[in-house]
């Protein structure tokens, strides 16, 4: 089965500074979709940026943005200017067609003003 | 367009009793998944539904159960209700079952 995993339980970050949040998966396909989603204390589940694997080049929305490595299957998201809003917990995700959205633990992410 | 709606959004019920939760979709989406989250196991799949039909399955016994209208809306059972179902219960749709999910804010269970 597919694996996702987040090694950084938690993080911070100053205001206006920039954080990397990592994220590996395991998985012998090579049709994939892989996530970034954001939940914050309110825990509506939000969609931060989506990255197909047949694309090389990284997705980036506004101040995030990922670093995507195939071959070493990581899945790095970015995020710049950091504002106390980011301050949430961070899942990696990861879908294949017929299958279901896998999740990794997450990392909690602060934001120090 | 409108978000997914969950309904109710917190329950509080006992041990032994049975619950329903509902989903709403955003309009055109037929794809409608559940999960529950937990501080302890974190984000765990129940079941995925597809124009009325349960495309996946996650590993949870038979308690739980879903199903899926032709309106795409969907909703959730669990019977007979143990300490251990509190949780929060997420909703997601998509277009297709193979595209971003898009989640409801949640039906928080807690069983006493």
């Known amino acids: 089965a597919q694996t996702v995993t987040q090694s950084q339980p938690e993080m911070s970050v100053q205001e206006a500074e920039t954080v990397t949040l990592s994220c590996t998966y395991d998985t012998s396909e090579s049709d994939y979709y892989l996530f970034w989603y954001k939940q914050p204390p309110s825990r509506q589940m939000i969609l931060v940026i989506r990255?197909?694997?047949?694309?090389?080049q990284n997705a980036t929305e506004n101040r995030f943005s990922v670093n995507f490595q195939k071959a070493a299957k990581s899945f790095s998201l970015k995020i710049s200017d950091s504002q106390l809003g980011d301050a949430a917990m961070y899942f990696c995700?990861?879908?294949?067609?017929?299958?279901?959205?896998?999740f990794g633990k997450g990392t909690r992410l602060s934001v120090i003003a | 367009k409108a978000g997914v709606t969950q309904t109710p959004r917190y329950l509080i019920k006992t041990r032994g009793q049975q619950v329903t939760l509902s989903c709403s979709p955003i309009s055109g989406h037929r794809s409608v998944s559940w999960y529950q989250q937990t501080p302890g196991q974190g984000l765990q799949f129940l079941f995925e539904?597809?124009?009325?039909?349960?495309?996946n399955k996650g590993n949870f016994p038979g308690r739980f159960s879903g199903r899926q209208f032709s309106n795409s809306r969907s909703e959730m059972n669990v019977s007979t209700l143990e300490l251990g179902d509190s949780a929060l219960y997420l909703c997601?749709?998509?277009?297709?079952?193979?595209?971003?999910?898009?989640f409801g804010p949640g039906t928080r269970l807690t069983v006493t």
């Open positions: 997601a749709s998509s277009p297709d079952y193979y595209y971003e999910q898009y």
């Open positions: 539904y597809f124009s009325e039909t349960q495309r």
């Open positions: 990255q197909e694997a047949y694309k090389q």
């Open positions: 995700a990861y879908r294949e067609r017929n299958t279901p959205l896998v």
